[in-house]
DNA sequence: AGCACGCCGACT
DNA sequence: GTCGGCGTGCTC
C-alpha cells in the first residue's frame, strides 16, 4: 500500500480527520541552531501533560524570535521526550503548556530544548489564577495540569483577534434595596462599597428577592472600584442573576460565563473578564476559576447543591474554591441560599464568617405557613386516595387553586420503576431467599426478586405482617397522571429532569415537579400552595447529608409560595418529629445546620474531619494504604467492598484526620500517588479528598 | 505513559 | 563471545 495517499477517497473518516488535523496545525519547526533570546532566555513551563508528569516545571530555551511573545501566562508548544542522537535533540512528542515565568538562567543541568512554538502571546494564565490552580491542585491532592484543564478554557483563535472593549466605568454604590430586611445587610454592602472583605453567610429570606440582592452585592463591589464573582448551582439560577444584573447596572458591565455559549463566545467572554474589560462574571461551575481582576467578592449561592461539586478530576468544590480565592486575593464572601449547609454553620461557628439572616419577626412575614402530616392520614375521596394525596393536602391544594393560583407539587425522582415497600411501615420488600429487592414489572403484575428473578407471590411484610405494598415513591410522570384525574379542568405541567420549565403562568395549575426542578412563578407572586410529597424517601437515603439535603430541597420548593399572609401554605409530607421536618416548620434553616455539625462533630465526621475516599481493586487499595505515610491521628476506615466498576472488584477506604490536618492527608496522598507510579503499580487507586456519596 | 539504559542467563 | 530479559529512571 502506497504511504503517498492516492487511495484517500477510500480512507475511514477517522483517517481523514486525522490528516486534516496534520494539515492544519503547522509543524513547528525545530529551532535547531537559532539564536536564543538575549533578555530572560529561559521559560518555565507548565507542561499539559496527564498524570505522569507529576506536577513539575520545565525549562525550555527561548528562541530570539519568540523573545517578545513569549511572556508568562502564554500558552506554548513544546516537545517532550526527545532523545539524543549524534549529539542532536531528535524527536520528542509535541505537548501544550504554559509559560509560567522567564528566567535569566535555569537550575536543570542538563542542555534545554527550544520552545517549539508560542500559540498564542494571550497571557491567560495569569500570576494569581497560576496561584489558584496550585493551592487548588494542593487542596484536592491533584495535579496542576489537571487543574488548568478546568480554568483555563480551550483557545479561539477568532475571539482572541477581536479586541476587547475598554474598561467598563465604575456604577454608583448601590442603595440596600431588600438587604435592608437584614439586620447587617446594609453594613455589609456598605463595606464592600467600601474596599472592605466581608465574609457572610447569608441565609436568603423566601421569594423571588434574592437574585436582586446578590446583583446589589455586586454593584456595591465595583463601586468600590473591585470585581466580583458570582457562582450558581445551574442555567435557571445563572439567568434570573443575569436579569437582575442587567436591570441594576445595564448592558454589557457583567460577563455571563454560561455553558450553553458556543465555545466562540465563551472564550471572548472568559477573555473579556481575563483583559479587565469587564469586572463581574457569573456562571455555573466552571466560572469559579474566572481571573476577575482584583477580586472584591465571591458569591457561591445554594453551596448545597450538588452541581457545585466538579465531576471531573481532582473535584473541586465551588464553595472551596471560592474560600481559597478569598483568602488569597483578599475578598469578600457571600455564601448564600435559603437553606444553610453544615459547611456554612462551620464557617460561622469557627468565627470566620459572619451570619447573614434575617429577624424572625421578618422570617414569619415573608415565610409561607407549613404544616406537616403523615402518609397515613389518607383522604376519604376517592380521587384524592387514588392520587395518594393526604387529606389535608389534598385541602390545601383545592383552596389553593380556588384561590387563584397555580400549585406547586414536589415528588422525589424515580419514574415508573418501583423499588417496593411495606405500605404500612414502609420496610423495604426484600426476596426471602436472597435479600434482593423485591419488583413488579407493572402496578398488579406479579412479584419477583430483582436479583435472582424467584417469584414471590404470597409477599407479607416481615416486620408488620402487612400485605399491602406501594412503590417507594412513585415517579412525577405518574403523580402527574393520577393528580390530573383527580382535580378534572386544572391544567398540569411537569418540570423534571429532561425538561425543566423555568417558569409557569400565574393562573391555577398543577405544577409537578422534581426537586431542584420547581419553575418559579411568573410575575413574582409565588405559589399558592406546595406540597411536598414523600418526604421519608428523601430523609432515608443511606447519605450522610439526607437531612440537610431533604431541607435544602424543601426549602428552594418553600421559598417559592406566597407568604403565609397572602394564604401561601406549604403542607410537607413527613414524618413531623424529624429534625428536617421541624426546621422547614420553623423556617430556621441556620439552627438545623448547627444541630447537623455539633452532630458531625461528635462522629467525626466532615467537614469537622477531613476525609478522603480512595477506591480501585482490592489490591491496588491495599497496595496505596501500605505506601502511604498518613499524619499520626489519622484514621483508616474500610476497606469495605464496593460496587463493581465494569466487572471489576472494587474496594473503597476512607481515610479521616482531625481538622487543621486537612493540607497533610492531601500531601500524603499524592506522595503516595506520585510513589504507586513511580513503582510502576499497573492499576490505578482513585483517590478523592471530600468524598460526596459517604453513606 | 513511553522509551532508553543497564546488568545477568542461553544461544549462533 | 553476543542477544535480550524487563528492572529502573528520566523526560527541560
Known sequence: MSSTGENGAAAEPEQLAFIRETVKRAKPRTWRGAKRAEH????????????????????????????????????????????????????????????????????FP???????????????????????????????????????????????????????????????????????????????????????????????????????????????TLAGGRGALVVLPDGRSVARVDRALTELLGEGMHATLA????????????????????????????????PVRDLGLVVVWSDGDGSHSDPRAPHPHVREVALLRAAEESAGVLLGGHAVTVEGAQLIRTGWARPLAADRETVRQV??????????????????????????????????????????????????????ACGRCRTPARCRRCEGPLEAAAADAPLHCGWCGGAEPDWHCPECGSFRLR?????????????????????????????????????????????????????????AAAVLLDGWALLSRPDLRAGEETLRL???????????????????????????????????????AG???????????????????????????????????LPSDADVLGPVPAPALRGEEQERALLRVPPGQGAALAAALKAAQIARIALRTPETVRVRIDPTDIG
Do not use: N
Open 554 to 592: 424543601w426549602l428552594a420548593a418553600a421559598a417559592l409560595v406566597k407568604p403565609a399572609a397572602e394564604g401561601g401554605t406549604v403542607v410537607v409530607v413527613a414524618e413531623p418529629t424529624a429534625r428536617p421536618v421541624q426546621a422547614l416548620v420553623r423556617w430556621d434553616p441556620l439552627g438545623h
Open 259 to 290: 455553558a450553553d455559549l458556543g465555545p466562540r463566545e465563551r472564550y471572548r467572554r472568559w477573555l473579556s473578564v481575563s483583559r479587565g474589560s469587564v469586572h463581574a462574571a457569573i456562571g455555573t461551575r466552571a466560572a469559579m476559576f474566572a
Open 595 to 629: 444541630l447537623e455539625l455539633d452532630e458531625r462533630a461528635q462522629l467525626h465526621f466532615p467537614p469537622v474531619s477531613r476525609m478522603a475516599s480512595v477506591a480501585g481493586s482490592p489490591a491496588a487499595v491495599a497496595d496505596l494504604l501500605g505506601l502511604i505515610r
Open 471 to 527: 412503590a417507594q415513591v412513585i415517579g412525577a410522570r405518574r403523580t402527574a397522571e393520577e393528580l390530573g384525574k383527580a382535580f378534572p379542568r386544572v391544567p398540569v405541567r411537569t418540570s423534571g429532569r429532561d425538561a425543566v420549565l423555568a417558569t409557569v403562568p400565574a393562573e391555577p395549575a398543577l405544577v409537578i415537579s422534581t426537586p431542584g426542578a420547581e419553575p418559579v412563578v411568573e410575575g413574582g407572586g409565588g405559589y
Open 110 to 220: 542538563g542542555p534545554l530544548a527550544p520552545l517549539a512554538q508560542v500559540l498564542s502571546p494571550e497571557p491567560v494564565l495569569t500570576p494569581p489564577l497560576l496561584r489558584l490552580c496550585r493551592t487548588v491542585a494542593d487542596r484536592y491532592a491533584g495535579t496542576l495540569a489537571d487543574v488548568l484543564q478546568l480554568a483555563v478554557p480551550p483557545r479561539h483563535a477568532k475571539a482572541e483577534a477581536e479586541p476587547s472593549p475598554p474598561p467598563r466605568p465604575r456604577p454608583p454604590e448601590p442603595a440596600p434595596g431588600g438587604w435592608s430586611r437584614y439586620p447587617a445587610g446594609p453594613d455589609f454592602l456598605a463595606a464592600l462599597a467600601g474596599g472592605g472583605s466581608p465574609r457572610a453567610v447569608w441565609t436568603a429570606l423566601p421569594g423571588p428577592g434574592w437574585p436582586y440582592e446578590i446583583a446589589r452585592a455586586v454593584a456595591a
Open 367 to 420: 415565610a409561607p405557613r407549613v404544616r406537616t402530616v403523615t402518609d397515613q392520614d389518607q383522604h376519604r375521596d376517592a380521587a384524592a386516595q387514588a392520587a395518594r394525596l393526604p387529606s389535608v393536602a389534598w385541602e390545601a391544594a383545592r383552596e389553593a387553586l380556588a384561590s387563584g393560583g397555580p400549585v406547586l407539587i414536589q415528588v422525589p425522582r424515580r419514574g415508573y420503576v418501583p423499588r417496593l
Open 40 to 107: 530572560l532566555p529561559v521559560a518555565r513551563v507548565v507542561v499539559d501533560k496527564g498524570v505522569l508528569t507529576i506536577d513539575k516545571f520545565f525549562d525550555y530555551e527561548v528562541p530570539a524570535a519568540m523573545a517578545e511573545e513569549a511572556q508568562p501566562g502564554a500558552r506554548v508548544r513544546v516537545r517532550f521526550g526527545a532523545r539524543v542522537v549524534k549529539g542532536q535533540r531528535e524527536g520528542g512528542e509535541l505537548h501544550d503548556g504554559f509559560i509560567v515565568a522567564r528566567l535569566e538562567k535555569s537550575d
